[in-house]
């Protein structure tokens, strides 16, 4: 099964503005929506932006995404330290007819 | 309020079999789609398995296609996963997720073990 990749770790100092990439193909991220998710350490994931750049109800704007062609990115502003967790983004893959996770980023704020 | 509640997970041996089960509560059951995804200790997610809101879809990661069964009742309000043939690679935190635009709701995950 394919994945998305994105770089295995980011960081910034707390007010920073971190970005995050993620690389697809054709059949995943060129051809449908982008939801990146939020995993707190111990806990489960949380949709954190969906359809490409729109935020569930409570999620901060700090929080943004965006796509491009085959790539999408997670920007966050303003960095905080409860920011600190994993990131994945995800895709459904039309060649496939399954959902691709991307390989993850650790945040870390220094 | 939204709750998903997983349960069925446990210590296996290798070639074993394990029934999974999601309780739904605080939505209509029956109008979401459902998945399934995992987590391996300290890995990524992974997508498992997927399942339309009346049941007539059907998707499965290669990695568990023939082996795995995903269903659900929705007269219950509950998703099952059905995994046989268990490896040691199927180690993993299973949790089931609400499908709305993004898998907004989750559970806590079930931890299923395989070791001998």
């Known amino acids: 099964q394919s994945v998305l990749t994105q770089p295995p770790s980011a960081s910034g100092t707390p007010g920073q503005r971190v970005t995050i990439s993620c690389s697809g193909s054709?059949?995943?991220?060129?051809?449908?929506?982008v939801n990146w998710y939020q995993q707190l350490p111990g806990a489960a994931p949380k949709l954190l932006t969906y359809?490409?750049?729109q935020r569930p109800s409570g999620v901060p704007d700090r929080f943004s995404g965006s796509k491009s062609g085959t790539s999408a990115s997670l920007a966050i502003s303003g960095l905080q330290s409860e920011d600190e967790a994993a990131y994945y983004c995800a895709a459904w893959d039309d060649s496939l007819n399954a959902y691709v996770f991307g390989t993850g980023t650790k945040v870390t704020v220094l | 309020e939204v709750q998903l509640v997983e349960s069925g997970g446990g210590l296996v041996q290798p070639g074993g079999s394990l029934r999974l089960s999601c309780a739904a509560s605080?939505?209509?059951?029956?109008?979401?789609?459902m998945n399934w995804v995992r987590q391996a200790p300290g890995k990524g997610l992974e997508w498992v398995s997927y399942i339309s809101s009346s049941g007539s879809t059907i998707y499965y990661a290669d990695s568990v296609k023939g082996r795995f069964t995903i269903s659900r009742d929705n007269a219950k309000n509950s998703l099952y996963l059905q995994i046989n043939s268990l490896r040691a690679e199927d180690t993993a935190v299973y949790y089931c997720?609400?499908?709305?635009?993004?898998?907004?709701?989750w559970g806590q995950g079930t931890l299923v073990t395989v070791s001998s």
């Open positions: 359809s490409n750049n």
């Open positions: 054709s059949s995943d991220i060129g051809s449908n929506i």
């Open positions: 997720a609400r499908d709305s635009s993004g898998f907004v709701d």
């Open positions: 605080g939505f209509i059951f029956d109008y979401y789609e």
